[in-house]
């Protein structure tokens, strides 16, 4: 090893203090072997002890769609989605895509209907359940999110969604939007634009499905009886997707 | 019979050549999950649709394999087979090692290897996952204890408590493996609590057929003859794991076929496939069950050496296979959301999702079965895990 400063008054020529140099190597190397450790331990406690503080846990956010209002071939949600969070909008097999426009076609009688799919924030999320570091969280207002601190990217909880409403970054990403993190290696989904339900506003692909005059999709709080959507899911057969899963979504339909 | 345990010598060329093929493969292994962990999952062939890939198919074949391996010293010191007692050693360390292998590989696949830290500090208990976690962990403690308490004197008088112990938890181990699959709700191949005894039962038959090659090589390549009435039993043990496997697995099917809403999954797996079709029928079925039973039990190819290690080879190539249908067969089948419908969209929806593996995979893959040769190979070395003379095993008892 080099010469290590060891002290701070001048040593007589010739004469090193070689138990204080070995002091002082000996506290340099213990600090190199340790220093990974610490900084180890500063990842593992970078996650926030409580990440759902300022939600509501009186409030259900929840989703209404009426599909036979969704416009076959119409992507404006999922345009608003994919600018609204830094998406690129590629549709190849490794790009994510937080929501995505289905066509559905009844094989006996022929019919069809268009209709949004997402993370349908459900208050039973398998993504949750399955999820080993709990990087998979629901906030107390049912909004079921990724925390990309801890998410070691398992794919875990993309195997568990039945409605494969996940996405893993499989590249590097650039140009990314301050509000919505997003990172390589990590799974992400739709967040409900939780940045934006925070500010009081609805998410983005709501706001574009009603700017485009479809108004396909009510957003509203589930908990709430003198909201739209409750009074809507109230008068009208609405359904869950995979009802027979009994997740309890917070995205409900009309017209399937 | 007195047992002594000793180490291969291990200075001949062919020694050091096969630990250097072994190490190399590794690093290349190695390397390969740098590259894959620098460039991100794009330079593999998973996707949105396949996120397990190749590299799970290593992974689980590793771990289901080294709870198996075990079985030949739970023999021993949990029901009470003593002619198996100077081979327990063998058995246990290659139960660590496989671990140790397989546990490397599914790390080095995560989207980030380098937070393994926040997977020891962040535990969701509701997960399979975490869970496994500490099932792993533990079962690598509890089979270092065992191997001590195995191979030094002092402790002998404790090896079959540990010996039971590390039996039990191997069964809890593999119950979580399999539960990795049974506890998936949304998909139609998983979601079955036959997922965890199914994995039991490959495991035996994985993890035997590992332990007849590294002990049919080591025995060979350290001029210890083994006692053919020993390798006559462990030939038909295998026999009979092999053939418990398949009518796990049969029965799996029958179910699903059963079922009119599993209709498409097994027309799919078991016809219409592709790929999968072919490894299950020609890889799983026939190269991987039918003729490694015929190879066992006929009266001649059963007392071939030859003949055995290629039925073990076998196992392997078909357990594989096995997995890869399991994993990947079973994501490529589109998940239904709206049963009764045609489905499309830009996101694979009602479309098999296609997934080719890239070089990388295979590469960290293969590395995981060379990691666990270079392990094997150096403790042999070190310490004393087979005995001196394996020809009388049989009668020592």
Redesign the interface.
Known sequence: MKQAPTTSTPQPSGQTDRRGFLGVAAAGLAGILLAPGVR??E??QA?PANPVTGANPKVRWGMLIDSTKCASGCTDCVTACNTENGLSGG???????WI?????????TGKTQSLP?MCQHCAEP?C????????SFKRADGIVLVDKH???????C???????A???????LSNQKPDVPRG????EGCTLCVHKVDRGESPACVQACSAAGHGAIVFGDLNNPESEISKRVASYATRQ??ED?NLDTGVRYIG? | MKITLRQLEGRSAGYYGLLGALALLTGIGLAAAWYM?H????VTG????I??GLPHVFAVFLVVAASGALNVASMASVFGKTAYKPLAPLSALLALALLVGGLTVLMLD????D?????M????F?????LN?ILYSGFMGLVVVYLWAMMERRMNPYSSLVGFGAFLWRLALTTGTGS?FG?????QAFGSALMAPLFIVLSLSYGLAVFLLVLLGASHWSRRPLDAAMQARLARLLAIFVATAAYFVLVYHLTNLYFAKQGGLERFLLLEGGLYTTLFWLGQMLLGSLLPLILLLHPRSSQSRAMIVLAALLVILGGMAQMYVTIIGS?AYP?V??P??????????GVV??YAPTLPEWLLGLGGFAMVGVIVVLALKLLGFLPERMDQLADSH
Request: aromatic share 8%; proline share 4%.
């Open positions: 180890l331990i990842i593992a996650a549709t190849l097999p490794t790009d994510s895509q995505r426009k289905i066509e559905i076609k009844e094989v006996k799919m398998p949750v359940d399955v999820c080993p570091t709990g990087a801890i998410c070691i990217g398992c794919r875990y993309v195997m568990a969604c039945p409605y494969k996940r996405s893993f970054v499989h590249e590097s390589m290696g990590t799974v997707i995979r899963l399937i | 962990e460039h991100g999952h794009i998973m996707n949105n649709q996120v397990w995560l989207g980030r290897p937070r393994l830290i926040v997977a500090t962040h535990f969701n509701k997960s399979i996952f975490a976690v990795i506890f998936l709700i949304g998909r994501q998940l959301l709206f009764g419908h045609q489905v499309s969209s830009s996101f694979g929806d999702s296609a």
